[in-house]
């Protein structure tokens, strides 16, 4: 490994992470059980929770930085920022914050490139033990955020769930089209004048709620996975989804206390694990596993990929509101 501006630049890839996916099984972690071969960008410190935006409304420092403290502590890889549209000087004061707490490195999330640019110059690479922070995200849509890594090495996230056709975003539905749009991204990396090879960005096949999947999201995600998987141009990459996405909508638990978002979440770990899954924004609290085959919950995600259209959602309804 090199260092260059403070930062620990990786030769095989991005620091502590294992392209190997024969690495899935449990390890106690915190109290509670991970999956070794998965690593959690924390994503409580976001906009979109409503605790967390009460925390920025009242101007709450503290309290943004004790649920990085407690992120941390629960083992997360990496500190997901995002600060909704709130000025780019307030990204970089969350930043500074975080890391006076903590010494894991950042995800900084956020569309706008002027908030990206102030939250990737106030990252302190040294605290965080050299490491790059990550950049959340770059899509065919703002491409332009590319361009940040000129004034700061990142580590791009790349979500590919939508492309340009004839200068008009439109939504990719097959794996077919999800896999060309990560090729092109792919292959801008590879000829950019930055130095960002497979195993120092994170692909992202983008990820919809299996509560209101009628168009077989799950299966354009997961088909993706499986070609790219395979594929030796996409060899060494990292893949990752914003895992509470998948089960947006969805009660926490059935009526009789059974669960309902971690077994469906656990579920689709199961599937995509091995297809090379390595990293997801996702909760700290959740006791994520790998399931058996059999289980309820494996097999409800099974039947709703095979069913597809509102047949899908009927299983997936009555997977919670079984006893």
């Known amino acids: 490994m090199t260092r260059a501006s403070g930062y620990i630049v990786q030769q095989d890839g991005i620091h502590g992470l294992s392209c190997s996916n024969s690495l899935i099984n449990i390890i106690a972690l915190g109290g509670k059980m991970a999956i070794k ?7 409580s410190i976001n906009d979109s929770v409503a605790t967390t935006h009460k ?22 890889s990496y500190i997901d920022i995002n600060i909704g549209d709130r000025a780019p000087k307030f990204m970089a004061e969350i930043v500074k914050a975080v890391q006076s707490v903590t010494s894991k490195p950042l995800s900084i999330d956020t569309p706008d490139h ?10 302190d690479a040294i605290k965080a033990g050299g490491e790059l922070p990550i950049m959340n995200s770059i899509t065919p849509l703002r491409i332009e955020m590319f361009e940040l890594y000129s004034h700061v090495p990142f580590i791009p996230i790349f979500i590919f769930s939508e492309r340009l056709e004839n200068g008009k975003p439109r939504h990719n539905r097959t794996p077919a089209e999800t896999v060309e749009t990560g090729r092109d991204l792919i292959r801008m990396a590879a000829e950019s004048r930055f130095p960002i090879g497979n195993d120092t960005l994170i692909l992202d096949p983008g990820i919809g709620s299996i509560a209101s999947d009628t168009e077989s999201m799950l299966n354009r995600v997961l088909g993706t996975m499986e070609i790219l998987h395979a594929d030796p141009e996409f060899h060494g990459a990292h893949f990752s989804v914003g895992l509470s996405n998948f089960s947006h909508m969805l009660p926490s638990k059935k009526s009789d206390g059974t669960p309902v978002k971690s077994a469906l979440e656990s579920a689709f770990l199961t599937r995509a694990m091995p297809l090379g899954l390595n990293m997801v924004i996702g909760s700290t609290k959740r006791n994520y596993e790998i399931l058996p ?19 899908s959602l009927e299983r997936v309804m009555e997977f919670y509101t079984e006893e």
């Open 293 to 311: 085959e059999g289980h309820p919950a494996l097999q409800c995600l099974d039947d709703a990929r095979r069913d597809g259209g509102y047949e």
């Open 114 to 123: 002027d908030t990206a640019l102030a939250g990737l110059l106030a990252y």
């Open 37 to 43: 071969g998965l690593r959690i960008i924390g994503e």
């Open 55 to 76: 925390l920025y409304e009242s101007n709450d420092i503290q309290g943004i930085m004790d649920l990085a403290r407690g992120q941390d502590e629960r083992g997360a």
